[in-house]
């Protein structure tokens, strides 16, 4: 894991950086495909993601190299073949795991994050889930056990293959003549996201489009049906760690209410967005019907409070930075405790920005509890070591956490007018 966590230090300032080129670009062409608080969802998102990953908490119901102590029948022994055999293996996986996650309900539950977003642009590439919570994904890699590849090449090129699909979340680029042939390009993958009937789940590939014209899920984008983005049953909220939970807890809830006992238990397995009869009736669930005119999610925002969730999640992103930088230091215990301050923190402010009232509680009681360690350890995960009064910083950070709850809750919310809600 700690050499993840290495991985990411590089990538995070590298994507973060990307994501700025193209606000940048769409300013200059007068042609802007963000909004503040969508982008900082966005990237909170891509936050809880990889401190998730990067603390390994997953359950591992099949491993891969399990699978290929069994399964391996050859062994290539080219090394260049190796990898090309490995990366399209992958991207099977890749594939038919995309394609579970967009047709069964449970499996929705932990893909919806991703296309969550009613914006298309780089920064919604990073809505990854942290819900993906059991290890099957090596049952997808059999192919590889199968032929030999190496436990090792997979590690290295699985995060490698997740990278190279972020490039492709733009509106900037347009048709890429013969390459469209080959590999996923920014117009397939705008339909990938759009919600338009003649769009919805289609081109499930990762890196090669190759796979959705074999198996009939390949769909071109189209002059007349301008892709519309996000999902049916929109997550109306910024919290990425709510919307990651949120299908999951509409199939409990109807499990449970339905009384039919074979619905109970079928929910699970069902096609994404089956409901049993009755529960259907008697609670409705609000469905987008035209998709070409539906309300997007803006809750009443201001400059100051888009402001202020920029530094929120500026402080956040240092703060994780510093907890890859100094990973191996601070060791598992430490980790958790460091990750849950993360969480607790992209909770509260992304909770602030939908502008619910109990938001300040959670500001508050994360900064006592931020100051409270502060105090304790007399340092912050060891960060004086590496900056001279460095935990004095973090310090102040929580208690303008504190006063900023206080302040967006109280004080300006009773001055907003109306027409500053956009
Ligand atoms: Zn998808
Ligand atoms: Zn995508």
């Known amino acids: 894991m700690e050499s993840y966590a290495i991985a990411l230090l590089y990538a995070t300032p590298f994507f973060i950086g990307l994501v700025l080129v193209e606000i940048l670009y769409g300013r200059f062409v ?22 998730k990953d990067s603390l390994g908490l997953v359950l591992i119901l099949v491993s891969y190299p399990f699978l290929l102590e069994h399964l391996a029948l050859v062994e290539i022994n080219s090394t260049w073949l190796v990898w090309v055999v490995a990366f399209i293996a992958l991207d099977f996986a890749g594939y038919w795991n995309h394609r579970l ?46 032929l030999g590849v190496p436990e090792k090449v997979i590690a290295i090129l699985a995060p490698i293959h997740l990278f190279a699909q972020f490039w492709y979340h733009t509106q900037h680029i347009g048709k890429m003549g013969w390459l469209e042939y080959v590999i996923v390009t920014p117009s397939q993958h705008r339909v990938h996201h759009a919600i338009n009937k003649e769009y919805i789940d289609k081109n499930l590939g990762q890196i090669f489009c190759v796979w959705d014209r074999m198996f009939g899920t390949f769909q071109e984008e189209l002059d007349e049906v301008p892709p519309q983005y996000g999902v049916l049953k929109p997550a109306e909220t910024w919290n990425p760690i709510i919307i990651n939970f949120q299908h999951l807890w509409r199939l409990m809830q109807d499990a449970w209410r339905t009384r039919n006992y074979w619905d109970k238990m079928r929910i699970w397995f069902m096609p994404t967005g089956w409901r049993p009869k009755d529960v259907k009736i008697k609670y409705p669930v609000k469905i987008i019907e035209n998709v070409y005119n539906f309300k997007k999610y803006q809750p009443e925002t201001s400059t100051a409070l888009k402001g202020y969730a920029l530094f929120q999640l500026i402080m956040t992103t240092m703060l994780m930075l510093f907890m890859f930088y100094n990973y191996s230091e601070i ?46 350890t007399n340092d912050w995960f060891g960060l004086d070591g590496f900056l001279p009064l460095g935990s004095y910083w973090v310090a102040v950070y929580f208690l303008i956490t504190i006063f900023g709850g206080i302040y967006f809750t109280f004080f300006e919310k009773s001055l907003i007018s109306p027409d500053l809600a956009s």
């Open 30 to 51: 007068k042609n802007q495909k963000h909004n503040v608080m969508d982008t900082v969802s966005s990237l909170s998102s891509g936050l809880t993601n990889v401190v």
């Open 101 to 146: 996650s967009h047709h069964i309900n449970f499996f929705w539950n932990q893909h919806v994050i991703h296309h969550s977003s009613e914006e298309f642009n780089l920064a919604c590439a990073l809505r990854q889930p942290i819900s993906n919570l059991l290890g099957y994904y090596a049952l997808l890699l059999i192919p590889a056990a199968l």
């Open 331 to 376: 060791g598992f215990d430490g980790l958790l405790l460091f990750g849950a301050y993360i969480f607790v923190g992209i909770y509260g402010y992304t909770t602030l920005m939908d502008r619910k009232s109990y938001a300040v509680w959670i500001e508050i009681i994360r900064g006592v509890a931020g100051l409270a360690l502060i105090y304790m």
